[in-house]
């Protein structure tokens, strides 16, 4: 049987994909293609449309790190992380771009976990000839709505 956290999170990324254009993430995830979700990693294909480009006609880099963010997410979401996270870091590097209509493949994967802080590292390749586009690493910190103070657990004042 398949893990619950693994169902949710391909659930989740199948209705992204379908959601309508004015909805943010919608807006760069229509027509994403699932390919495989695991415990900590998450492979997907996105085919680059005119959505996602920028003025010089190439894979907008703004919409390359909301890609990475929201996919290195949806990994560890998949490792049993809650739905309580907040990315504290995402660093990437590009090495190359995609045009309009080029296939893309994301993947993200689960590479540490220590107490509340879970990483990822996420790439993104171009299709035909697997040349790498960018890579990155998100971290995320898990949130708590209590807080420990002198030993002794206390709600959250946010």
Same mark, same amino acid.
């Not at 010089?56 to 998949?78: N, R």
């Not at 990822?120 to 171009?126: L, M, N, P, S």
């Not at 890579?135 to 995320?140: I, K, N, S, W």
């Not at 030993?151 to 946010?158: C, I, N, P, T």
């Given at each position: 049987?398949? @893990?619950? %956290?693994?169902?949710?999170?391909?659930?989740?990324?199948? +209705?992204?994909?379908?959601?309508?254009?004015?909805?943010?993430? $919608?807006?760069?995830?229509? $027509?994403?293609?699932v390919?495989?979700?695991? #415990?900590?990693?998450?492979?997907?294909?996105?085919?680059?449309?005119?959505?996602? !480009?920028?003025e010089?006609?190439?894979?907008?880099?703004?919409?390359? /790190?909301? !890609?990475? +963010?929201?996919?290195?997410?949806? %990994?560890?979401?998949?490792? $049993?992380?809650?739905?309580?996270? /907040?990315?504290?870091?995402?660093?990437?590097?590009?090495?190359?771009? /995609?045009?309009?209509? +080029?296939?893309? #493949?994301?993947? /993200?994967?689960?590479?540490?976990?220590?107490?509340?802080?879970?990483s990822?590292?996420?790439?993104?390749?171009?299709e035909? @000839? +697997?040349? !790498?586009?960018?890579?990155?690493? !998100?971290?995320?910190?898990?949130?708590?709505?209590? @807080?420990?103070?002198?030993?002794?657990?206390?709600?959250?004042?946010?």
């Open positions: 049987m398949e @893990d619950s %956290a693994i169902l949710r999170v391909t659930t989740y990324l199948e +209705e992204l994909s379908n959601v309508r254009f004015d909805h943010f993430p $919608g807006l760069i995830l229509q $027509g994403l293609q390919i495989h979700v695991g #415990k900590g990693f998450v492979q997907c294909k996105l085919i680059i449309t005119d959505r996602v !480009l920028g010089d006609g190439t894979f907008h880099t703004g919409v390359i /790190a909301a !890609l990475m +963010e929201l996919i290195g997410a949806t %990994a560890i979401y998949s490792d $049993g992380g809650s739905h309580s996270h /907040a990315s504290i870091v995402l660093n990437y590097s590009l090495y190359s771009t /995609a045009k309009n209509k +080029e296939e893309v #493949k994301i993947e /993200a994967r689960v590479v540490g976990r220590k107490e509340d802080l879970n990822a590292v996420i790439e993104i390749r171009r035909y @000839d +697997e040349e !790498l586009i960018a890579m990155g690493r !998100l971290r995320m910190v898990q949130l708590s709505l209590s @807080d420990k103070h002198n030993g002794v657990h206390q709600a959250s004042k946010l």
